[in-house]
């Protein structure tokens, strides 16, 4: 089991570009959320997918952020322009639905810096 | 109860001791719980889950109690290693019949082993 897979693994970039960060959930999972976790409001979720539908983007910051499901093997989270206030860590999860009780399998995310 | 991690509570705790973290929640909807792991530059990990029909549960080393009456859940863990320094967070949901419920994260406890 290779478990979530997420990439980059340290992201550096300039206030203004765009950023993209990408994940592999695990095979046969098939809900997918996207969480940011900071110092300051620790864990917050962004977005959840299932069966590559978005259920719930009520916690999608902003505009500039945008996620995607192609597919259920692949998602990406967007953010254009990328802005100071946006750097953490992104961690992306997923779980197995139809099940309703089991629990979500974390990446070790994304750490986003943004100067 | 919402994430706000402007202060981390911290335990610590001599190796070979047992180890008692403690959180609250909110939602007397909630009825399953889970206890990640979060190291240093990891993603949360899955240690241990109970549904609100259980008042107990035991992992390897793990237990975790749950208190529906006054919305309380611990992890017990006994004979604490140097590995098990971390910050620990609880979840909560609400569930559903197809798994597409939001975890509700606390804020963490950071515990350290003291060797």
């Known amino acids: 089991d290779a478990g979530v897979i997420q990439s980059p693994r340290h992201e550096v970039t300039e206030m203004g570009q765009e950023v993209t960060l990408r994940c592999k959930p695990i095979s046969g999972h098939n809900s997918l959320f996207w969480y940011r976790q900071t110092m300051m409001r620790g864990l917050e979720l962004l977005i959840y997918?299932?069966?590559?539908?978005?259920?719930?983007d009520s916690g999608m910051p902003e505009d500039r952020f945008s996620a995607k499901m192609p597919n259920a093997s692949f998602s990406t989270l967007k953010i254009q322009p990328s802005e100071p206030r946006d750097s953490a860590v992104y961690f992306c999860a997923s779980r197995r639905t139809g099940i309703q009780y089991s629990p979500l399998h974390f990446g070790n995310g994304t750490r986003l810096t943004v100067t | 109860g919402e994430s706000v991690g402007l202060h981390l509570p911290t335990l610590s705790v001599q190796e070979g001791d047992n180890s008692i973290i403690n959180c609250a929640y909110s939602n007397s909807a909630s009825d399953y719980f889970i206890w990640y792991k979060q190291e240093s530059g990891k993603g949360p990990q899955f240690i241990i889950d109970i549904r609100s029909n259980m008042d107990k549960r035991q992992g390897q080393r793990v237990t975790v109690l749950l208190n529906k009456t006054v919305k309380h859940l611990s992890l017990q863990i006994a004979a604490t290693q140097p590995g098990d320094s971390a910050v620990y967070f609880c979840?909560?949901?609400?569930?559903?019949?197809?798994?597409?419920?939001?975890?509700?994260f606390g804020t963490g406890t950071r515990l350290t082993i003291i060797p």
């Open positions: 997918f299932n069966n590559n539908v978005p259920i719930d």
């Open positions: 979840a909560e949901t609400g569930g559903s019949n197809f798994g597409n419920e939001k975890l509700t």
